[in-house]
């Protein structure tokens, strides 16, 4: 029997960060999309390319908490991506691009705090990212779900996800699904 539940995470483009939870074992779906603005209705990526609408792009996961715990979700997460940049994650800049976890319950929050904290003494630099409730979540447009399965061949996906994908198979090896 499943016990589905929903993490909320922004590691800067959320094309790379799709991509890496698509191949953990657990993981139900992962829906790219925006949270955390400021500004009135459902935005576009035009608008959150812009850096005025205040939302980051994030995904969300549904994952089995029998097979994988939220807290493996985070570990994850901080670990395939720069927690210590603020607002940016290589060439992509701007509050679009922050490090943050969207919580869903009190839960969570202890959850996230305790692993930003443990992980902390990991970087030579301090982790900036944000821990806050999740506002309204917005689905992204549909050519921005599942970007690396239907474009590895482009000049992102080799440059930008694959070394990330790589990473994620040498840690992870054993939460990956086929293993």
Known sequence: MSNIQTA?????????TEAVFQEVKGVEKVISGYAGGNVPGRPTYREICSGLTGHAEVI?????????????????????H??????????????QY????????????EVADTVLKELNPYYDDK??????????????????????????TAGYCTFVIDPKLRKLRKLYADKLKGS
């Open 8 to 16: 909320t995470l922004g590691g800067g483009c959320f094309w790379c």
């Open 60 to 80: 969300q996961i549904e994952y089995d908490a029998n097979v994988i715990s939220y807290e493996e979700i985070l570990i994850i997460f901080m670990t395939t």
């Open 82 to 95: 720069d927690p210590t940049t603020l607002n940016r994650q290589g060439a992509d800049r701007g509050t």
């Open 98 to 109: 922050r490090s943050v976890i969207f919580y869903h319950n009190e839960d969570q929050k």
């Open 127 to 152: 982790i900036v990212t944000e821990v806050s409730p999740l506002p309204e979540f917005f689905e992204a447009e549909q050519e921005h779900q599942d970007y690396y399965q239907r474009n590895q």
